[in-house]
């Protein structure tokens, strides 16, 4: 679990920590912010993708010739931000279900 953490960007994923953070403590306190944090997870994890895929691209281009099995799993890592992103929107969508 820890290495997807580290995959994924230690800055985006830390912010969308704070916002999972952030969305369970809104769940007990301030229930009109739930779903704002939860929008914000989307958004986050989505624009530490689109970061991560153009640094990827950046490396692509420099190499020149790179070979499939290394340039899929550059993209696998820049999907890591954006599933997280999404999965903290689902809890907080759930989450707003019992508000």
């Keep these: 679990m820890?290495?997807?953490?580290?995959?994924?960007?230690?800055?985006?994923?830390?912010?969308?920590?704070?916002?999972?953070i952030l969305v369970f403590f809104a769940f007990y306190m301030h229930s009109d912010k739930l779903k704002t944090f939860g929008n914000i997870a989307v958004t986050t994890g989505i624009l530490g993708s689109l970061i991560s895929l153009k640094s990827a691209f950046d490396v692509i281009q420099q190499m020149g010739d790179v070979s499939p099995t290394i340039l899929a799993g550059g993209l696998k890592n820049t999907l890591i931000c954006i599933m997280y992103g999404l999965l903290i929107y689902i809890i907080s969508r759930l989450l707003s279900l019992f508000r």
């Design 2 to 20: 820890f290495q997807l953490f580290l995959d994924g960007g230690v800055l985006f994923m830390s912010l969308l920590s704070i916002l999972l």
